[in-house]
């Protein structure tokens, strides 16, 4: 049996992607190389002819199996970087999107202190990154899905901030009481006709992206649910589908919250609006 090298493998499974018209190809071929072989980026390039185990070859071919079926990266390794950290994910939650990192930020910029709540929170992604870059924030985070919250507690565990973050399951406000400095929200808000990739379709979780006929419905249950938990002065903080922003004002309106700052994501679309109540 011949035995197969980094350079061989790497060439055969980058055709394989590009063909079938995958364009991240390269990079997937290292990411998942490195992860089924231990080497790291510099092995690749500095000992290309490095004979490659048989079962490090074929959990490598495995992976690529998936990936020609569309399966992301992040979800055949079972871990995504956000703001700079890694988190756990299954298939019981979004795989969290750079996009989201700036509606982050947004909040971030607004708030110095206290108490948030994070509706809907899949992996944790936001409410983790929130008390992990500041230490003067503390908060609940939400999801309707026990797997979900209990990704996202297995994150806050391993990133260090479960002293900080508490895990509720409910839908919107339904099982939440008190008052909070910041409620932010990256909800489910794609319209029940867009059209999606197959690794977004059939990947990530249906409940966490779809936002009802109009994709507007989260904001419609946010919004309301505001009169009850935002604290004085509080604000509210969310994501948006680039093509939104004017309807989420209005709604946000109906429930006497005024828009005071924006943010655009990575491609210069509208991708995190802020209210306040004046
Ligand atoms: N809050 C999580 C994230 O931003 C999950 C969002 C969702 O499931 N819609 O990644």
Redesign the pocket.
Known sequence: MTTETLAGLMAAARKQLSEAGIETASLDVRLLLQAATGFAHEDLIVMPNTAIEPRAAVLFKAYIARRLNHEPVSRILGTRE?YGRPFAVSPA?????PD?EV?VELALKHMRAGRFI??????????ITLCAENPHLEGIAT?VSPE?LSIAAENANTLGVSNRLQFIQSNWFEQIEGQFDLII?????IKRAENLPPEVKNF??H???FGGEDGLN?YRAIASGAAARLAQGGLIVV?IGHDQAAKVVEISKLCDLMLFDRVADLGGRDRGLAFRRP
Do not use: K, Q
């Open positions: 956000f939650v979004l795989d969290p999107r989201t509606v994070d509706l809907g929170t899949g992996s944790g992604a936001i409410a999801d979900a929200s990256n909800p489910p808000y990530d979780p409940l966490a992206l989260s994501e």
